[in-house]
């Protein structure tokens, strides 16, 4: 059974710094082709993705408001997604979700609202940015 889990969620300052995990269970990012994206969704709104990387060749896609501030990166070790977020800001403040899809490869139909069909998605994990 395929599970993906987010982690590393929490209480940062403006400016600071996070990086969440999604970690995946039941197959392998080192054997398997997958592409592995992130989302946000700020209460009562659609989810949005923002950013994907693909396990295959590490192909990444950022939107606008994510590129030069975060960064994806694949442990294979771990089985894991790393999305480093940095100059967090108060409008980062939304639940953040990881999602797979074994036929949509990262690109930017991956970017905006959650238009497509994703294999498998985590629960999420909540960021705060406040002082």
């Known amino acids: 059974q395929v599970q993906l889990v987010e982690s590393g969620g929490g209480l940062v300052q403006p400016g600071g710094s996070l990086r969440l995990s999604c970690t995946v269970s039941?197959?392998?990012?080192?054997?398997?082709?997958?592409?592995i994206g992130w989302y946000r969704q700020v209460p009562g709104k659609e989810r949005e993705g923002f950013a994907c990387?693909?396990?295959?060749?590490?192909?990444?896609e950022y939107s606008e408001s994510a590129m030069g501030r975060f960064t994806l990166a694949i442990d294979i070790d771990k089985n894991s997604v790393y999305l480093k977020m940095n100059g967090l800001k108060p409008k980062d403040t939304v639940v953040y979700y990881c999602?797979?899809?074994?036929?949509?490869?990262?690109?930017?139909?991956?970017?905006?609202?959650?238009?497509?069909?994703?294999?498998?998605w985590g629960k999420g994990t909540l960021v705060t940015v406040s002082s």
């Open positions: 990387i693909s396990s295959w060749d590490a192909l990444t």
């Open positions: 039941g197959f392998s990012l080192a054997l398997d082709y997958t592409n």
């Open positions: 999602a797979t899809s074994n036929t949509q490869r990262c690109g930017p139909a991956w970017l905006g609202p959650a238009r497509y069909r994703r294999d498998h």
